[in-house]
Structures are given as C-alpha cells and as structure tokens.
C-alpha cells in the first residue's frame, strides 16, 4: 500500500466532495479489519516532470506548476480546485503509481494498492477537469511502457464516472487495453460511443445493480482481457458506484468489488505473472469507500 501524508492537505474546500476524510476512514477501517498487519506501507514519491510528460502534454504540465498558488486557492474548472498544497499532493499522488511500477517490475511487493488523492482518470493530455491534475493510472501505465519495455498493458476502470482522460491520452495506443465501466448518461458524456479497438466501454443506466454489472463485464471486459494477454494490469479503481453513495444512481456492494477484483487478480495471474497496480479513483460516501476498499484489499490478497 502506497500513501502520503500530503494527499491529505489537498484541499478544494469544506463542500467538496474530494475531502481528506476519505483517506482518514480507509486507514480506520484498514485497521479495524487487521488487514494493517499484512500490508507493507511505503511513502510515495513525487513524481518528475518527466514521468508526467509520458501521459501528458509536458506544456500543460508546465502550467499546472504554473497555476500552483502560494496561499489560498485556484479554480481551474467548476469542481477542480488546487489549494497550496494541492500540487504537491499531485505529484505524490502520480508518483505512488510510478514506485508501484517499480516494486512490482523488480519483485519487491505485488499486487500494490495506490490510497492516494487527488483521484487521475478524468485529467486529459493536455487538460485538468473532474476534480483531476494529473491521470495518476496513466503516468504509471506510460512508465510501465517506457521504463520497463512492456508491450501489452490494460487498464479497467470501475468508478462510476466514465475515465475520459485515460481514454484521451492512450485511445490511439495499442499497447494499451483501456475498459471502463460506468453510469450513463452522466459526468463527463463520454464513452459510450468508441471508435478505436483498444477500448471497451461498457455504459450502465441508473439504476443498474451488481447482477447487471457482473454480466455486462463477464460479456465485454473478460473476453478482451483473454484475448488481449495483458502483461501487467492496472485498476482505476473508483468505488462511488456503491448503492450508498449518493454521487450516482448505481447499485453496487461491497461484494461486486471484491468479485470484480478477484477478476481482475486471475487475469493477472494467468497473462502477467500476478502484475497488478490498482489507484484509488472516486467513493464520496466514507463508510461505504472504506469498506468497498477493504473487500478490494481482501480479495487482491486472496
């Protein structure tokens, strides 16, 4: 488990939904469920302008240094906000995916699970939006790719908002499997119409539940992982498609993410030696996240 003390100063104010609590009730129900004594914590890394450059457009990184404020805030859309500490919390926040790259390529730690803020999926290559800087799963994709010469990688993304910044920076790359399930029509209006082979886009209407999601992802997610023999998979992992988390009108439980995960862990095992790096997206209710990422936690470890 990769975390910093500094993802809990990002603060886009008292009415956002991305507080600091939600890290504050994952670590208390880690601990209450003693999944503390098995985890091995590590300090997150800020991540460099280079390995930001991989996913992004290295003017626009310029300028989110740029857009850094020394005191106060700034707003750069309607719900993305950077405080002081916001960008340090950032590059934290990419660089915990960059060091769970590394740990896993060299068999240090594996799976590893990034509790980080602010969340990555909605940033695109060269825009902030939905409350995202930097695309946190994409930098450590690219790294993935870059540093470590792999050829084949998938992302699958569960949050209930669909990862248009992930689809924007790798939707031309076939390296790249990006499969995103998520509540349609809703924030941001993407992903229900692909035009590329190396996305599957799977949109679910209000109101669907977890048979609903089980079986749209058992017709379109695993059969494109099979065929696509992934070498190392990462996970978008967003939990506010939980029945009680009033950010969305879906209706998952604790136990569809640990079904989705134990999933996602077996094709890892069969097509990438067991490489799996999973990133903290959204989950605004924190009860409910605390407890979907416990399940998520208990079903990587088996």
Same mark, same amino acid.
């Given at each position: 488990?990769?975390?910093? $003390?500094?993802?809990?100063?990002?603060?886009?104010?008292?009415?956002?939904?991305?507080?600091?609590?939600?890290?504050?009730?994952?670590? $208390?129900?880690?601990?209450?469920?003693?999944?503390?004594?098995?985890?091995?914590?590590?300090?997150?890394?800020?991540?460099?302008?280079?390995?930001?450059?991989?996913?992004?457009?290295?003017?626009?990184?310029?300028?989110?240094?740029?857009?850094?404020?020394?005191?106060?805030?700034?707003?750069?859309?309607?719900?993305?906000?950077?405080?002081?500490?916001?960008?340090?919390?950032?590059?934290? #926040?990419?660089?915990?995916?960059?060091?769970?790259?590394?740990?896993?390529?060299?068999?240090?730690? $594996?799976?590893?699970?990034?509790?980080?803020?602010?969340?990555?999926?909605?940033?695109?290559?060269?825009? #902030?939006?939905?409350?995202?800087?930097?695309?946190?799963?994409?930098?450590?994709?690219?790294?993935?790719?870059?540093?470590?010469?792999?050829?084949?990688?998938?992302?699958? /993304?569960?949050?209930?908002?669909?990862?248009?910044?992930?689809?924007?920076?790798?939707? $031309?790359?076939?390296?790249?499997?990006?499969?995103?399930?998520?509540?349609?029509?809703?924030?941001?209006?993407?992903?229900?119409?692909?035009?590329?082979?190396?996305?599957? /886009?799977?949109?679910?209407?209000?109101?669907? /539940?977890?048979?609903?999601?089980?079986?749209?992802?058992?017709?379109?997610?695993?059969? #494109?992982?099979?065929?696509?023999?992934?070498?190392?998979?990462?996970?978008?992992?967003?939990?506010?498609?939980?029945?009680?988390?009033?950010?969305?009108?879906?209706?998952?439980?604790? #136990?569809?993410?640990?079904?989705?995960?134990?999933?996602?862990?077996?094709?890892?095992?069969?097509?990438?030696?067991?490489?799996?790096?999973?990133?903290?997206?959204?989950?605004?209710?924190?009860?409910?996240?605390?407890?979907?990422?416990?399940?998520?936690?208990?079903?990587?470890?088996?």
């Amino acid at each position: 488990m990769i975390s910093h $003390n500094d993802c809990l100063l990002h603060d886009p104010g008292s009415h956002h939904p991305d507080h600091a609590d939600r890290l504050y009730a994952i670590n $208390n129900q880690i601990i209450m469920s003693g999944l503390d004594f098995v985890l091995r914590h590590y300090d997150a890394p800020l991540a460099t302008r280079e390995q930001l450059g991989r996913a992004h457009d290295p003017a626009y990184v310029d300028r989110v240094f740029d857009m850094a404020p020394s005191e106060g805030s700034v707003e750069i859309d309607g719900d993305t906000v950077m405080s002081k500490d916001t960008l340090q919390a950032a590059l934290r #926040a990419a660089g915990a995916g960059v060091m769970g790259v590394d740990l896993i390529m060299r068999g240090e730690s $594996n799976p590893v699970f990034c509790a980080v803020r602010p969340p990555g999926h909605h940033a695109e290559y060269a825009k #902030a939006m939905g409350f995202c800087l930097f695309d946190n799963i994409a930098v450590a994709a690219a790294h993935a790719l870059e540093t470590h010469g792999l050829e084949r990688v998938a992302i699958v /993304d569960f949050d209930v908002h669909h990862g248009n910044g992930t689809e924007d920076i790798f939707k $031309n790359d076939e390296r790249v499997l990006f499969c995103s399930s998520f509540q349609h029509p809703f924030y941001p209006y993407t992903g229900h119409e692909s035009d590329t082979r190396n996305l599957v /886009d799977v949109p679910l209407s209000a109101g669907a /539940d977890g048979t609903e999601f089980r079986k749209q992802i058992r017709q379109h997610w695993l059969p #494109a992982l099979e065929d696509f023999r992934p070498q190392f998979v990462f996970v978008s992992a967003g939990f506010d498609a939980h029945v009680l988390d009033d950010m969305s009108g879906l209706k998952l439980t604790e #136990a569809d993410y640990g079904w989705i995960t134990e999933e996602l862990a077996a094709i890892a095992r069969t097509h990438a030696q067991g490489r799996l790096l999973s990133m903290l997206e959204g989950g605004y209710e924190p009860g409910a996240l605390a407890r979907s990422v416990v399940a998520h936690l208990k079903a990587l470890l088996g």
